[in-house]
């Protein structure tokens, strides 16, 4: 996927406060790596789904899945 460049109008700003992005009403693309102020559920640039919460599953799932690449390696490593 290829960014549009279409986030000047909607990237967000840092909040001053710090961290609470998703509170603040604002969405994240994890394709596009920005954080924007959008009422779609979709990435307006790429399409991609847009991440509300930061407490999502997926993403817990990917550091589950990273550990489990790591232990896997390290078993490969023993194998060899
Ligand atoms: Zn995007």
């Known amino acids: ?5 279409i986030f000047s109008r909607h990237k967000a700003m840092r909040p001053t ?11 994240r693309c ?6 924007i102020y959008w009422r779609d559920s979709y990435c307006p640039c790429c399409g991609y ?7 999502n599953s997926k993403f817990k799932l990917t550091l589950r899945s990273k550990n489990n690449k790591k232990q896997q390696e390290s078993i490969t490593n023993l194998l060899a």
Do not use: A, D, T
């Open 1 to 5: 996927m290829v960014c549009k460049g």
């Open 17 to 27: 406060n710090g961290g609470m992005r998703y509170l603040r009403g604002q969405k």
């Open 30 to 35: 994890q394709v596009c790596q920005v954080f």
């Open 49 to 55: 789904k847009l991440g509300v919460n930061p407490r």
